[in-house]
């Protein structure tokens, strides 16, 4: 009995610690993020946002969004166009945009676990590129204008 | 000079006044300095007796101490530092700007602060060598060392959440890096992560909590473990001396007087 009660009150008290810790309500900027007009971006251009932490690229296929944090350690990536490639600054991880044969996102070096996350792109009703940060997609669906 | 001063303190220590705060009085016997040790609510956590080559610079390097002395610079800084910081996204960085170059010593208490930082974690590594390297960390002491290396970890913690409240982008990028040190957890590693932050990003909640466990949390149980390391000494037989044990050093060896 003594036990038994006061194993529930561990219990009740660890559900208790876990949902208080966890904030049921996040001031965090939505994943939904609008990257204005198509035209706005090149032909074969890398873009990076950094606030939103997105590349959009325009190449000869259509846009795609990639997620631009590192799959490493979280780092913010950056696009090198002299080498047209993505770099981490923070532990060397590389990865491929352009190349022929190869899925853009596709890491060429470095301690990263993962390609960059293509992330879920469409066309608004006023024909502005939308992006969902929040949601990951198989590579290679592309966005054509 | 110091005859006359003794001659008043010891009055000084007859007084009702004194004798009902301290309850051991004056004098020199073995018995009244054991009971000056004993009766003190802080004191009596130390030995009430301690072999005089032991106090000497050889026997410890003074490192368990001197580890103390960084840690209560710490904590000292630290509250002053508090007068003028606000751990809210907006005004931690300005905060910090400002403590160093609008606050009167605010630079000086800053700096120092992060030097006895580095201080005090290179101090707990080397008190932990010389502990290791002597052997002192056996029977009857090994609870003791499982209690020191619970205080290296909140010594450490105690760096890694202090490193988020400047809030600049060397701190952002290292609590960023590290939480997801702590996301690479089999199964639980994503929710810890998000607990930790309290969200998704190193942000606001993140900078709070980190506050919280900083200036709250760590210090209180740095503060009772290193209650109970000090009190453990005392219990397991003193600071530790390297002949004083010859059946767990020297098992072979004859038995010798303890020196």
Not at chain 1, 11 to 28: D, H, I, K, M, R
Not at chain 2, 25 to 35: E, H, I, Q, V
Not at chain 2, 237 to 245: K, N, R, T, V
Request: glycine fraction near 8%.
């Amino acid at each position: 009995m003594g036990l038994g009660s006061m194993a529930i009150a561990a219990a009740g008290t660890a559900v208790f610690g876990y949902q208080f810790l966890s904030p049921n309500v996040l001031y965090e900027p939505s994943p939904v993020v609008n990257m204005g007009r198509p035209e706005s971006y090149q032909l074969d251009s890398v873009t990076l946002d950094v606030d939103a932490r997105i590349f959009i690229v325009h190449g000869t296929e259509g846009f795609f969004a990639l997620n631009a944090v590192c799959t490493h350690l979280g780092c913010l990536t950056v696009w090198k166009p002299d080498l047209g490639i993505i770099a981490c600054p923070c532990h060397g991880s590389k990865f491929d945009v352009f190349q022929a044969g190869k899925t853009p996102g596709e890491k060429i070096e470095g301690p990263a676990p993962r390609p960059l996350p293509w992330l879920r792109m469409w066309l608004s009703e006023d024909g502005e590129l939308m992006v969902d940060r929040a949601t990951e997609i198989r590579p290679m669906q592309f966005v054509r204008v | 000079m110091s005859t006359r001063f003794r001659k008043y303190f010891d009055e000084l220590r007859e007084t009702r006044v004194w004798r009902s705060m301290f309850r051991g009085g004056a004098g020199a016997s073995t018995l009244r300095k054991s009971m000056a040790i004993q009766q003190n609510v802080f004191l009596h956590l130390l030995s009430t007796k301690v072999r005089k080559r032991m106090l000497e610079f050889n026997a410890t390097w003074y490192l368990g101490t001197l580890t103390l002395g960084t840690f209560a610079i710490l904590v000292i800084t630290g509250i002053l530092l508090m007068l003028y910081y606000h751990p809210s996204v907006p005004q931690a960085y300005a905060d910090t700007k400002d403590l160093q170059f609008v606050v009167s010593s605010g630079q000086f208490l800053r700096n120092l602060h992060r030097w006895a930082a580095h201080a005090m974690v290179f101090l707990v590594f080397a008190h932990m060598f010389r502990v290791f390297y002597r052997g002192a960390y056996r029977p009857p002491r090994e609870f003791n060392w499982v209690i020191g290396v619970v205080l290296l970890l909140v010594t450490l913690l105690l760096s890694y959440t202090g490193y988020l409240l400047p809030w600049d982008q060397l701190a952002f990028w290292a609590i960023t890096v590290g939480s997801n040190i702590a996301s690479a957890v089999p199964l639980m590693g994503d929710k810890v992560r998000f607990l930790m932050l309290g969200g998704h990003f190193v942000n606001a909640n993140a900078l709070l909590r980190f506050y919280v466990l900083h200036c709250m949390i760590l210090p209180l149980a740095a503060f009772f473990l290193i209650a109970i390391h000090f009190w453990r000494i005392r219990k397991d037989g003193g600071l530790y001396a390297h002949q004083s044990e010859p059946d767990v050093v020297m098992t072979t060896a004859p038995a010798r007087p303890s020196l």
